[in-house]
């Protein structure tokens, strides 16, 4: 049996989202630092390629805090964790302000910075492509939230109630 992923193993970009959103969410939990929030807003899809001109979605999810005030040993510890979840690692900067970027396990690519502007920590996820549109995914997620459903990735955002007319 082959170890290549079959079109019944693919990740859908669905779950590709909620592991990414997982990742970051229990990343930031191992930080003893508040205020996290999605900098960037809610989970969203973009465009990638499948191979062969096709093209695919996949999710990309970050939280951002107030920089903590112990870098190098933040990045071990987001280091470990990684690690024990399969991804391969490597930390740049490891003595001063670290950045720690991962690949596999869970999801594509991972980063955490622990020198992002306005002397933040960001932690950052990127999911597999996998097939679907991009757009689509967007336009159909947006009309959850509008029928009032909370969807992974949007832990943190303010949700902005119209005035009744």
């Known amino acids: 049996m082959s170890d290549k992923a079959t079109p019944e193993k693919t990740t859908s970009a669905r779950e590709g989202r909620d592991r990414a959103v997982e990742l970051v969410i229990n990343t930031t939990k191992q930080l003893d630092v508040t205020g ?32 903590g005030t112990n870098h190098v040993e933040d990045a071990k510890r ?43 920590y960001s932690v950052g996820a990127t999911a597999p492509c996998s097939p679907g549109d991009a757009w689509e995914l967007n336009v159909e997620d947006q009309t959850e939230r509008d029928q009032g459903k909370v969807l992974p990735g949007d832990e943190g955002v303010v949700v902005r109630k119209d005035p009744p007319k």
């Open 78 to 120: 987001v280091a470990e964790s990684w690690k024990s979840l399969g991804m391969t690692v490597r930390t740049v900067n490891p003595t001063t302000h670290p950045t720690v970027f991962a690949e596999g396990g869970p999801v594509l690519r991972a980063e955490f910075d622990t020198d992002a502007s306005d002397k933040s």
């Open 36 to 67: 996290w929030w999605p900098r960037n807003g809610v989970a969203g899809a973009q465009e990638c390629s499948l191979g062969s001109g096709e093209k695919g979605a996949s999710y990309r999810y970050d939280h951002w805090a107030p920089q």
